[in-house]
């Protein structure tokens, strides 16, 4: 199986790493150490070797970092892990911090009433985050220090950098050749009078050179830097033993390959101005493009936004990739109607899911760890199952099945919330809210230039005006074949980019009930420009067209609570899964489709 149910956060081992990192502090005569989720290339996924929260903390979510102070260590976390971080940490050494609410800089003050020295490592920082926390600092007698990683220096057994080999990606899938990408992007360059833009990101350097890779679990893409001249030019900076003669050809004589040891050199050879992003760039190529006396300006990673507006051939692809998974759900939800309530396991669900997704003999890798949470784990939002966590399906209860499939033409993820055997009406009642809220952005127009945070109210209507909410964005950004998790879209209070025709995201609201249930059903759609309707004036307006084409559960949903738009939304939504899926299925998988999509 590509998923494993190996219990990897142990809260057992975080102090003596605590009191062993306390050590190196009082040598450097530090007051404390940020331990940040991120790597050096600022990608929201890390390589083993990269873990260093989950290694230092047991925290092992995908969002969050650590104070280790002398003598309080505070484990910032989101409301996505308000839950999870009490059993993966030592409460007795570690403190959970609710973040964003408590800012990093107000909990340094309080700590620290007397000043001190913070160090952090520059490589795993970006420049802004390191800028607005010693402007923050300003007057507080707490000051930053740029060290080596203190985390590694106490890692003792820690896993080798990734060295997973780099293939071409197939140009008819990407849907333009990298060469002319980076002509494009170079164009932009010229036109702002920057010489060169260093990439980071994995993911913007995937889709760049139309290349794929395996240094980072769940997410097909590459270890390395970049560096795009003017000229349309491109030094790639990665092990040179992840790429074969194929992968040269296919870059060709513009794209020059060597090893990221050559990188910093690099940096300091360029004549400048260099665009630098900001916002994912690590502090440390700055640092050294200002000790070379080489003028950097700031600048948005060149390629994030073309990333995130799909070409033709990219929705092509993974619309395609969204039906071969349908089907597979499919597959899966007839297996799971099948079972007779009590008789599986969080576990048997996870495995009978990458089963029926492994028979497409289309599935490159699952796209994130399954999440298969029943009763009260189903209120724990980023629940991972492990052979200690493992819970029967009882009945009464509700699963959140949250997963996906990465295709070589398409990344998927999905969720759907199931009953297992018969469930309460306040269970019913609160998935029937999410619903809404989800159908509300399915349906929705609305004027260019609106960002996300002026749709994710729409999402939380329904369950404001009960009195419920959730402590997560309405959706994020998916790329093609590339991360799942992908900016700069976002369906979420706090994005400020407009959305785009091409952008995919996740319409995704929920619902958690700790200790008792949770609730979550998404599909994934795609910004495109809206049908003209009559008398409409000629503003120009978008809408969401749905990329995933599995039944909602119909038991669930209290029929009474919907409107007349809302009911036909649904009929209309399940007559379409029966289109386009039933012609891909077994025939008893065609046999529970037509009865899940009958109309309410």
């Not at 071409?168 to 990298?178: F, K, N, S, T």
């Not at 036109?191 to 794929?212: K, Y």
Request: proline share 7%; hydrophobic share 40%; aromatic share 8%.
């Amino acid at each position: 199986m590509y998923q494993s149910f190996q219990e990897t956060a142990r809260p057992d081992q975080g102090p003596p790493r605590l009191a062993a990192l306390r050590a190196e502090l009082s040598k450097l005569a530090l007051s404390g150490f940020l331990i940040p989720r991120a790597d050096v290339h600022q990608g929201e996924y890390v390589a083993p070797h990269d873990d260093r929260l989950a290694f230092f903390s047991g925290f092992t979510g995908s969002a969050g970092f650590c104070a280790a102070l002398v003598d309080v260590a505070g484990v910032f976390i989101d409301g996505r892990y308000r839950t999870q971080v009490k059993s993966q940490v030592d409460l007795a050494h570690f403190t959970p911090v609710p973040w964003p609410e408590t800012q990093l800089q107000d909990w340094l003050r309080q700590q620290l009433p007397q000043g001190g020295v913070i160090g952090f490592d520059p490589w795993l920082h970006t420049a802004e985050q390191i800028e607005t926390l010693e402007t923050a600092l300003v007057d507080s007698g707490i000051s930053l220090r740029p060290t080596d990683n203190l985390v590694d220096r106490i890692w003792q057994d820690q896993p080798a950098p990734p060295m997973g080999a780099i293939f071409p990606y197939p140009e008819d899938l990407a849907g333009e050749p990298h060469a002319a990408k980076r002509a494009r992007l170079a164009a932009t360059l010229r036109e702002a009078g920057q010489s060169a833009a260093v990439i980071t990101l994995p993911d913007s350097i995937a889709w760049l050179l139309n290349i794929r890779g395996s240094d980072i679990p769940r997410n097909p893409v590459p270890h390395g830097f970049a560096i795009l001249h003017d000229t349309g030019k491109l030094s790639l900076f990665t092990a040179p033993g992840k790429c074969d003669d194929t992968l040269r050809t296919h870059l060709g004589t513009d794209v020059t390959l060597s090893a990221p040891g050559d990188f910093s050199a690099a940096l300091g050879a360029l004549t400048g101005p260099v665009r630098v992003d900001r916002a994912t760039a690590p502090l440390q190529i700055t640092l050294e493009l200002t000790e070379a006396g080489v003028p950097h300006v700031w600048g948005q990673d060149p390629c994030i936004l073309p990333k995130a507006c799909k070409n033709p051939a990219e929705i092509v692809g993974t619309t395609e990739a969204h039906l071969t998974d349908a089907a597979a759900m499919c597959e899966f939800l007839t297996w799971f109607d099948a079972q007779a309530p009590g008789t599986q396991t969080e576990i048997d669900v996870v495995s009978a899911l990458e089963g029926f997704r492994r028979a497409t003999n289309a599935l490159r890798d699952i796209s994130f760890e399954t999440i298969a949470g029943t009763g009260p784990n189903g209120a724990i939002m980023h629940y991972r199952v492990t052979e200690a966590s493992n819970a029967p399906l009882k009945n009464g209860q509700l699963i959140v099945v949250d997963s996906g499939g990465q295709y070589i033409n398409g990344t998927t993820d999905i969720t759907r919330t199931l009953p297992v055997g018969h469930v309460g009406t306040e269970e019913k009642s609160c998935f029937t809210r999410v619903l809404q809220g989800m159908i509300a952005v399915s349906r929705l127009r609305f004027p260019s230039g609106l960002a996300g945070r002026d749709l994710d109210a729409i999402a939380r209507f329904p369950l404001w005006v009960a009195g419920l909410d959730f402590n997560h964005g309405t959706g994020h950004g998916v790329g093609v074949y590339l991360c799942v998790h992908e900016g700069p879209q976002r369906l979420s209070r706090v994005s400020e980019i407009a959305l785009k025709p091409g952008m995919i995201l996740s319409n995704e609201p929920g619902y958690y009930r700790e200790g008792a249930f949770g609730i979550r059903i998404e599909n994934l759609i795609v910004v495109q420009d809206a049908p003209a309707l009559p008398g409409a004036d000629d503003r120009d307006m978008f809408a969401f067209d749905t990329l995933t084409w599995v039944p909602i559960d119909r038991r669930l949903i209290m029929a009474e609570m919907l409107s007349p738009d809302e009911r036909a939304w649904i009929d209309a939504y399940h007559a379409a899964c029966r289109d386009k899926i039933s012609a891909r299925l077994s025939d008893p998988a065609r046999l529970w489709l037509l009865a899940a999509t009958e109309p309410l």
